[in-house]
């Protein structure tokens, strides 16, 4: 079993910046790739970005481009989702997940996920 813990997300407002981590525990996650979605009330769980387990390829989703940036260090087990340049509409619960068995953009297809962190960006 994978567990995957997030770090703090907290309040920040809009234009700043704000690196969340992703840890995991219980085996070594440097073989799977490791994806970020995110959830805003009332909203779908959206796909944020997916990073591969050499830290090569990453890929983003269409409102995370060019301010979103993955990274991964294989040898703490951890996964990190730095966010620049925020947006009030980038408010939601951040949730790290693990071991997509098919497309990576798709929430289910991943096989182990975190509880989530909020991320609030005021204006």
């Known amino acids: 079993q994978v567990q995957l813990r997030e770090s703090w997300g907290g309040w920040v407002q809009a234009g700043d910046s704000l690196r969340l981590s992703c840890a995991a525990s219980g085996r070594d996650v440097s073989t799977y790739p490791m994806g970020w979605f995110r959830q805003a009330p009332g909203k779908e769980r959206e796909f944020v970005g997916v990073?591969?387990?050499?830290?090569?390829?990453?890929y983003y989703g269409d409102s995370v481009k060019g301010r979103f940036t993955l990274s991964r260090d294989n040898a703490k087990n951890t996964v990190f989702l730095q966010m620049n340049s925020l947006k009030p509409e980038d408010t939601a619960v951040y949730y790290c997940?693990?071991?997509?068995?098919?497309?990576?953009?798709?929430?289910?297809?991943?096989?182990?996920w975190g509880r989530g962190t909020q991320v609030t960006v005021s204006s």
């Open positions: 990073i591969g387990m050499n830290g090569t390829p990453t």
């Open positions: 997940a693990a071991d997509p068995s098919g497309s990576y953009r798709n929430p289910d297809d991943y096989g182990y």
